[in-house]
């Protein structure tokens, strides 16, 4: 089965408004993390955002927050305030447990910001 | 502050010749590191990781192999190139468990 789910290949938004990227996770593992990355083109890999397991607030960093909810095993990334320059692949990943830090990473969802 | 270098950005190797990519963190000592590969439009795989000089493990069997030769340094090998190893290959390295991955620039792999 898969771990992580991006079922959204790809996703437009107009530039200013607000757009949520999908995520679900499957774990057994009581203890694990939640991670977002931008992919640009250039092909580089920028981390966003984290959230734990335990964590009881949803993380915000910036324009991004990661709308977790635990019980539907689902971690969206909201974006605010669209930018051109948000256009990129996006990868929801997880550590579980120990996990010697590795992460899974899901497939991707590809975010075009139209001006 | 911690930087990761990767090299080299691009590199067109014919089928059945070797392979050597390098990685080097600074800034930190006992990093984990990681090796991981994606294929064009898909998500990363995580081909090894090492929690310390000599220790590698993999998680995918296949034509390659990792080294751990100094603490920040990790090679990804290959004695012989098939068309199927071609992609887009990153190296991370992180800290305690909760922190994130910190990712190279990535080598573009084209096997010809």
């Known amino acids: 089965a898969q771990k992580i789910t991006q079922t959204q290949p790809g996703m437009f938004v107009q530039e200013k408004e607000a757009v949520t990227l999908d995520c679900t996770y499957d774990t057994s593992d009581q203890s694990y993390g939640l991670f977002w990355y931008k992919q640009p083109s250039s092909g580089e890999m920028i981390f966003l955002i984290y959230?734990?397991?335990?964590?009881?607030q949803n993380a915000t960093e910036g324009r991004y927050s990661l709308n977790f909810q635990k019980a539907r095993k689902s971690a969206n990334l909201v974006i605010s305030a669209s930018q051109l320059g948000d256009s990129a692949m996006y990868f929801c990943a997880m550590r579980e447990g120990a996990g010697y830090g590795k992460l899974t990473f899901g497939q991707g969802t590809i975010l075009t910001v139209h001006p | 502050s911690q930087t990761i270098h990767q090299w080299p950005a691009t590199l067109v190797q014919p089928v059945g010749s070797p392979l050597s990519l390098e990685c080097t963190v600074e800034g930190t000592s006992n990093p984990n590191l990681y090796w991981y590969r994606q294929a064009a439009g898909r998500g990363l795989q995580l081909l090894f990781y090492?929690?310390?000089?000599?220790?590698i493990s993999s998680e995918v069997p296949q034509n390659l192999s990792a080294s751990r030769p100094q603490d920040r340094q990790f090679i990804l090998s290959s004695k012989k190139l098939l068309l199927s190893d071609s992609g887009f290959y990153l190296c991370?390295?992180?800290?305690?468990?909760?922190?994130?991955?910190?990712f190279g620039n990535g080598t573009r792999l084209t096997v010809t």
């Open positions: 090492s929690v310390g000089i000599g220790q």
């Open positions: 959230q734990g397991s335990y964590d009881e």
């Open positions: 991370a390295w992180s800290g305690v468990t909760a922190s994130p991955l910190h």
